[in-house]
T-cell receptor
Framework: DAGVIQSPRHEVTEMGQEVTLRCKPI?????LFWYRQTMMRGLELLIY????????DSGMPEDRFSAKMPNASFSTLKIQPSEPRDSAVYFC???????????FGNGTRLTVT | QKEVEQNSGPLSVPEGAIASLNCTYS??????FFWYRQYSGKSPELIMF????GDKEDGRFTAQLNKASQYVSLLIRDSQPSDSATYLC?????????????FGPGTRLSVLP
């Protein structure tokens, strides 16, 4: 299996622009998680899906952030408008069941200037 | 908000020694526990997981769980310089709703040759 695939690997954008991060989970995994990692706040859970349905989005920082999972093989995390404080590494991870280990993608490093 | 605590380190040990990493969690109902290793600039990779009280060994790694004390630890025997990384503890409720896979801030381990 190719593992969890994220794109792009790096994204540099200007404040106010829309940013879309993409994720393809491992085939057959029912759970998909989005995390944000910064030096100050560590690895923060933003939102997770079970069978394409959002289960808990209490970690989404504000309305500028939205996530969708239109089908079992694709998810997006969108930031609109982006701000410099959104600069971080965003990870997508998937798991087979709710108790199975997470498998992480390589992450997207976002820089907002 | 569920919390997972770890000593941030850095924890420095000489090559060949035992490294002991600790983690405490706030949610008494947590069901599954994971240790991830993260090298600088890379994504977290699974080291071990444990579901039941007691010890679980895998090669040089031993995970220990004490649910009554809400404590989980990772021992690394015969530490090698290649073990130098940040170790993340993750705690999971195991329920198909609410917060899942909450990570601690990580402990930075440095193994000195």
């Amino acid at each position: 299996d190719a593992g969890v695939i994220q794109s792009p690997r790096h994204e540099v954008t200007e404040m106010g622009q829309e940013v879309t991060l993409r994720c393809k989970p491992i085939s057959g995994h029912d759970y998909l998680f989005w995390y944000r990692q910064t030096m100050m706040r560590g690895l923060e859970l933003l939102i997770y899906f079970n069978n394409n349905v959002p289960i808990d989005d209490s970690g989404m920082p504000e309305d500028r952030f939205s996530a969708k999972m239109p089908n079992a093989s694709f998810s997006t995390l969108k930031i609109q408008p982006s701000e410099p404080r959104d600069s971080a590494v965003y990870f997508c991870a998937s798991s087979l069941t709710v108790n199975s280990p997470l498998h992480f993608g390589n992450g997207t490093r976002l820089t907002v200037t | 908000q569920k919390e997972v605590e770890q000593n941030s380190g850095p924890l420095s040990v000489p090559e060949g020694a035992i490294a002991s990493l600790n983690c405490t969690y706030s949610d008494r109902g947590s069901q599954s526990f994971f240790w991830y290793r993260q090298y600088s600039g890379k994504s977290p990779e699974l080291i071990m997981f444990i579901y039941s009280n007691g010890d679980k060994e895998d090669g040089r790694f031993t995970a220990q769980l004490n649910k009554a004390s809400q404590y989980v630890s990772l021992l690394i025997r015969d530490s090698q310089p290649s073990d130098s990384a940040t170790y993340l503890c993750a705690v999971n409720s195991g329920l198909p709703y609410g917060q899942n896979f909450v990570f601690g801030p990580g402990t930075r381990l440095s193994v000195l040759p």
